[in-house]
């Protein structure tokens, strides 16, 4: 094969150049496609970073909101109750949502497999995924405070949460434990081990990289809602610990922060919205170096 | 006719065949195989003498046998003897019930949504169909290595071996972590893979060779000190030489096990098996000593089979 050898190329063996053409129009499209969708992203990234980072400061994250939003800068006070009460609320909410929903999938997965209910539950499922985040506020609400006579409380709205989270776990539980080989079961069964144990020990342990994606995904969309909190952990500026107080949450901080007139409090806004995407990331690289170490194929 | 507890054997009623009754295997006690079935505490190994106990292999006896997939009967009425601390080989072309079959020896079939099994798998003496059958205890009897190989990808070669101990629940009767230690060497050693990965028992063992792997798949079973060890085309994803590991390593397993293969290479049948038996559409056509069904075969079907005139 010398270079000398392609001049008498045969022509079959040659590329065609309508096929050329068709080709790098082919590419072209699709890393135009590719571009523009990264556009908005880089934006995003872009405006998070130059009007957040300058919102941040030591007191933004060590004070309480003062609530006085008319007058300079250094009285608007931070964002500490948010940042507080996002990470109890959702850490609430994943203890209840994370166990139940794998339990769910585990469930579908191994033993409900193609029985009616089975079918049903995974109906379902899908239903409570198009849900409106709001109508999981809605219903908590229906049923915790009003139906209860109460009032709002922390511990309402990481039930809203955790009713929003769920369908999503189990959902990606579901597809990630549907791919680990049944020859991995049957093997575990062929030694011996009872059916919890190779669940336990071998299916979840597998699993596990694939199921925090899914964990992970879930936390992400429930510490980013507003609407299911409003009416369900009421607002306040104040930092409570207390589940069954008023509780602050950092998307709620935004919503309440960007409507207001002042700039510096809209700044308060970015700031805490690169906050919050600064806790996802985080979150997600902790989990990512937990899950590197049990190395799985 | 009764067993050993004098309850009415389930067996009473049933006629008497003589190639089935021929002689009972000269070194298993009857009574060992059916207390790790049952239950039976009294009669259980006492955690003291598990560590060393190795059990000897005991015979498979397969009464009229039939195995479903929903409507569909892959295994009409098969009536078969696996001698103990012997290796048979099933051969028989795709499709014809071999590894269906096999997976009746240990209850394995019916994990397949839709499957059954009729008919009587006697280990021994004991019916492992017998609904007071643990069927957890029947599948640390009897082991099982799969046509490909797989070890648990989470796991290292160490606790792929462990797992046997670990996952059945046997690790407090195993009691020191030394003592943990001296059975999984134990049981690489009997695979032959202990010189090899001694230096990395801690990597993973998906890190291993492909024959390497299926040896760990074998050690693995052999940690739980099973008497019988099934294995569906164990050699199907090796290479020539890794195969012939394999095979030699069945020759010595035999002393401690009963063995029964499935297998697709007639060769291998012939160098490792001691009786071979042909299946054919579900329905047993022929058993015998391996050299004779491969040489002097009784049915034409066999023999057509075996000189490659079809399959």
Same mark, same amino acid.
């Given at each position: 094969?010398? =270079?000398?050898?392609?001049?008498?190329?045969?022509?079959?063996?040659?590329?065609?150049?309508?096929?050329?053409?068709?080709?790098?129009?082919?590419?072209?499209?699709?890393?135009?496609?590719?571009? $523009?969708?990264?556009?908005?992203?880089?934006?995003?990234?872009?405006?998070?970073?130059?009007?957040?980072?300058?919102?941040?400061?030591?007191?933004?994250?060590?004070?309480?909101?003062?609530?006085?939003?008319?007058?300079?800068?250094?009285?608007?006070?931070?964002?500490?109750?948010?940042?507080?009460?996002?990470?109890?609320?959702?850490?609430?909410?994943?203890?209840? #949502?994370?166990?139940?929903?794998?339990?769910?999938?585990?469930?579908? $997965?191994?033993?409900?497999?193609?029985?009616?209910?089975?079918?049903?539950?995974?109906?379902?499922?899908?239903?409570?995924?198009?849900?409106?985040?709001?109508?999981?506020?809605?219903?908590?609400?229906?049923?915790?405070?009003?139906?209860?006579?109460? =009032?709002?409380?922390?511990?309402?709205?990481?039930?809203?949460?955790?009713?929003?989270?769920?369908?999503?776990?189990?959902?990606?539980?579901?597809?990630?434990?549907?791919?680990?080989?049944?020859?991995?079961?049957?093997?575990?069964?062929?030694?011996?081990?009872?059916?919890?144990?190779?669940?336990?020990?071998?299916?979840?342990?597998? #699993?596990?990289?694939?199921?925090?994606?899914?964990?992970?995904?879930?936390?992400?969309?429930?510490?980013?809602?507003?609407?299911?909190?409003?009416?369900?952990?009421?607002?306040?500026?104040?930092?409570?610990?207390?589940?069954?107080?008023?509780?602050?949450?950092?998307?709620?901080?935004?919503?309440?922060?960007?409507?207001?007139?002042?700039?510096?409090?809209?700044?308060?806004?970015?700031?805490?919205?690169?906050?919050?995407?600064?806790?996802?990331?985080?979150?997600?690289?902790?989990?990512?170096?937990?899950?590197?170490?049990?190395?799985?194929? | 006719?009764?067993?050993? /507890?004098?309850?009415? %054997?389930?067996?009473? !009623?049933?006629?008497?065949?003589?190639?089935?009754? %021929?002689?009972?295997?000269?070194?298993?006690?009857? %009574?060992?195989?059916?207390?790790?079935?049952?239950?039976?505490?009294?009669?259980?190994?006492?955690?003291?003498?598990?560590?060393?106990?190795?059990?000897?292999?005991?015979?498979?006896?397969?009464?009229?046998?039939?195995?479903?997939? &929903?409507?569909?009967?892959?295994?009409?009425?098969?009536?078969?003897?696996?001698?103990?601390?012997?290796?048979?080989?099933?051969?028989?072309?795709?499709?014809? &019930?071999? %590894?269906?079959?096999?997976?009746?020896?240990?209850?394995?079939?019916?994990?397949?949504?839709?499957?059954?099994?009729?008919?009587?798998?006697?280990? /021994?003496?004991?019916?492992?169909?017998?609904?007071?059958? !643990?069927?957890?205890?029947?599948?640390?009897?009897?082991?099982?290595?799969?046509?490909?190989?797989?070890?648990?990808?989470?796991?290292?070669?160490? !606790?792929?071996?462990?797992?046997?101990?670990?996952?059945?629940?046997?690790?407090?009767?195993?009691?020191?972590?030394?003592?943990?230690?001296?059975?999984?060497?134990?049981?690489?050693?009997?695979?032959?893979?202990?010189?090899?990965?001694?230096?990395?028992?801690?990597?993973?063992?998906?890190?291993?060779?492909?024959?390497?792997?299926?040896?760990?798949?074998?050690?693995?079973?052999?940690?739980?000190?099973? *008497?019988?060890?099934?294995? /569906? *085309?164990?050699?199907?994803?090796?290479?020539?030489?890794?195969?012939?590991?394999?095979?030699?390593?069945?020759?010595?397993?035999?002393?401690?096990?009963?063995?029964?293969?499935?297998?697709?290479?007639?060769?291998?049948?012939?160098?490792?098996?001691?009786?071979?038996?042909?299946?054919?559409?579900?329905?047993?056509?022929?058993? &015998?000593?391996?050299?004779?069904?491969?040489?002097?075969?009784? !049915?034409?079907?066999?023999?057509?089979?075996?000189?490659?005139?079809?399959?």
């Amino acid at each position: 094969m010398s =270079s000398a050898g392609q001049a008498r190329l045969p022509a079959r063996f040659a590329v065609s150049a309508a096929r050329r053409r068709r080709d790098l129009l082919a590419r072209g499209l699709i890393l135009t496609a590719t571009v $523009i969708a990264l556009v908005p992203l880089a934006l995003i990234l872009y405006y998070l970073l130059r009007k957040g980072l300058g919102a941040w400061s030591t007191s933004f994250f060590s004070t309480d909101p003062t609530g006085n939003t008319f007058f300079k800068t250094s009285s608007i006070g931070g964002i500490k109750s948010a940042i507080l009460g996002t990470i109890e609320m959702v850490g609430l909410a994943a203890a209840m #949502a994370i166990p139940l929903g794998t339990g769910v999938a585990v469930w579908l $997965i191994e033993y409900g497999r193609d029985s009616w209910f089975a079918h049903a539950v995974r109906y379902f499922v899908d239903v409570l995924t198009g849900v409106p985040s709001i109508v999981f506020g809605l219903f908590i609400y229906i049923v915790l405070v009003v139906g209860t006579g109460s =009032s709002y409380g922390a511990y309402k709205g990481s039930f809203a949460l955790a009713l929003l989270m769920l369908p999503v776990v189990t959902r990606s539980a579901e597809v990630i434990l549907q791919l680990i080989p049944s020859g991995l079961r049957e093997s575990a069964l062929a030694l011996g081990a009872p059916r919890w144990r190779v669940i336990s020990r071998v299916v979840l342990p597998t #699993a596990l990289p694939g199921l925090i994606t899914g964990v992970l995904l879930a936390i992400a969309r429930a510490a980013g809602e507003t609407a299911p909190l409003l009416f369900t952990a009421g607002e306040t500026l104040k930092t409570n610990y207390g589940l069954g107080e008023f509780m602050n949450a950092l998307p709620v901080q935004i919503y309440r922060d960007v409507t207001s007139p002042t700039t510096a409090v809209v700044d308060r806004a970015w700031g805490t919205a690169l906050t919050l995407v600064a806790m996802i990331l985080l979150l997600n690289l902790m989990a990512r170096l937990i899950s590197r170490r049990s190395h799985v194929a | 006719m009764t067993t050993a /507890d004098g309850l009415p %054997s389930p067996l009473a !009623d049933m006629e008497p065949e003589s190639r089935l009754q %021929s002689e009972r295997p000269q070194q298993s006690d009857g %009574s060992q195989a059916r207390a790790r079935i049952i239950g039976d505490s009294a009669r259980l190994a006492t955690p003291t003498d598990n560590a060393i106990v190795t059990n000897q292999g005991v015979s498979v006896t397969l009464r009229g046998l039939r195995a479903f997939y &929903g409507d569909a009967e892959q295994v009409k009425g098969v009536d078969l003897e696996f001698r103990a601390n012997e290796v048979t080989a099933i051969i028989g072309p795709s499709g014809c &019930g071999k %590894s269906t079959m096999i997976r009746c020896i240990n209850r394995m079939h019916e994990e397949i949504p839709g499957a059954r099994a009729e008919g009587e798998v006697l280990l /021994d003496e004991t019916d492992i169909y017998d609904p007071a059958v !643990d069927v957890v205890a029947v599948r640390r009897a009897v082991g099982m290595v799969f046509q490909k190989p797989n070890p648990f990808p989470t796991m290292s070669v160490f !606790d792929n071996v462990a797992a046997g101990l670990r996952l059945g629940g046997r690790v407090r009767s195993v009691g020191s972590k030394a003592e943990l230690q001296a059975k999984v060497e134990s049981a690489l050693r009997g695979a032959s893979l202990w010189e090899e990965v001694r230096e990395r028992l801690h990597e993973p063992g998906a890190g291993l060779s492909g024959g390497q792997q299926q040896r760990l798949c074998i050690a693995r079973s052999l940690a739980v000190d099973p *008497e019988v060890i099934l294995m /569906d *085309e164990p050699c199907s994803a090796l290479d020539p030489i890794a195969t012939l590991r394999i095979e030699e390593l069945i020759d010595d397993l035999k002393r401690r096990v009963t063995i029964v293969i499935v297998t697709h290479n007639m060769q291998q049948a012939a160098r490792v098996a001691d009786r071979t038996a042909f299946l054919l559409g579900g329905e047993l056509v022929e058993v &015998g000593p391996t050299q004779q069904i491969f040489t002097t075969p009784s !049915d034409p079907r066999t023999e057509e089979y075996v000189t490659g005139k079809f399959g």
